[in-house]
């Protein structure tokens, strides 16, 4: 009898092996969240750009950096919802935000990527960076949404509320998100129409974002931002082109996309690096 006990639970410790214990927040600048089984994995270099060359979102980068930098000197910070235009720089400015404050010299915050679909997994992801002495966590997930049978949510909860034990004081959670209350529109006005008791209905879901302290909406910009984010790239590559040639280029590019936005922008300059045989080097290339 007990050597069955000792196969069964030998083969159910197979099946569901203890979680790794967590790593060494000192060997990287961030990290990465996976489950099955639970790990924590290094990101040695995180692919970002410079602060300095995402434009046309001053007044979201100036708040943002302003919390970040609050967190990371153990000063009250809210939790962020980066909400608005495709492809203007939301995750990029999480990460530019990241590296600048560790370059002032908070060597010990820490980036940590935590999927959408891991979101049932946070509170155990929690266990490990509350007691991790020394350092401070920026929580961060990247196109965060939800449809109208999604439970996803609930995990949030866990982060953005705390339950009994509050939201650890070394973590702050930031996300990015195409929409503003995070579900569709004609989702909302759906379940609002059909249901019994309408402003229950989506309530709970819609609620959500307003847990977040900070609501930074970006805005498709403008053709000057557009093109100054182009030359940004050129000048910070050592890429020379005039000014005309440049614009007529750039603004075909535009055209061809039907589209306008820091991701644009960041494609035109890859094609026109390629064509003037101009290497990158970095964590941006």
Not at 130 to 157: E, V
Not at 248 to 268: K, L, M, P
Request: charged share 25%.
């Amino acid at each position: 009898m007990t050597e069955a006990l000792d196969r069964i639970a030998a083969a159910l410790e197979r099946m569901a092996p203890a979680p790794a214990p967590a790593p060494d927040f000192a060997a990287a600048p961030a990290f990465v969240w996976h489950t099955d089984p639970d790990r924590l994995d290094p990101v040695a270099e995180v692919a970002r750009v410079d602060l300095a060359l995402i434009l046309g979102v001053d007044r979201a980068r100036d708040t943002l950096l302003s919390n970040t930098r609050a967190f990371a000197a153990g000063l009250p910070a809210n939790n962020a919802l980066l909400w608005g235009a495709r492809g203007m720089g939301k995750s990029s400015l999480v990460k530019a935000v990241h590296a600048e404050v560790r370059a002032e010299g908070a060597g010990g915050l820490v980036l940590v990527e935590l999927s959408r679909e891991d979101l049932p997994s946070v509170t155990r992801l929690l266990r490990h960076l509350r007691d991790a002495a020394g350092h401070r966590f920026i929580l961060f997930c990247d196109d965060l949404s939800f449809s109208h049978d999604d439970q996803h949510y609930k995990s949030l909860k866990a982060v953005l509320d705390g339950g009994i034990e509050g939201r650890p004081a070394n973590v702050v959670f930031y996300a990015t998100s195409n929409r503003r209350h995070l579900m569709p529109r004609d989702m909302i006005e759906n379940e609002r129409s059909t249901a019994i008791s309408p402003s229950e209905a989506v309530e709970e879901k819609v609620s959500l974002s307003d847990r977040f302290g900070l609501w930074l909406g970006f805005h498709p910009c403008t053709q000057d931002d557009y093109l100054a984010m182009i030359r940004g790239y050129c000048d910070a590559h050592g890429l020379a082109v005039d000014d005309a040639t440049l614009r007529a280029e750039a603004i075909e590019w535009q055209a061809t996309r039907g589209a306008r936005s820091g991701r644009v922008a960041w494609q035109f300059f890859l094609d026109l690096a390629a064509r003037h045989g101009v290497r990158l080097t970095g964590p941006s290339a």
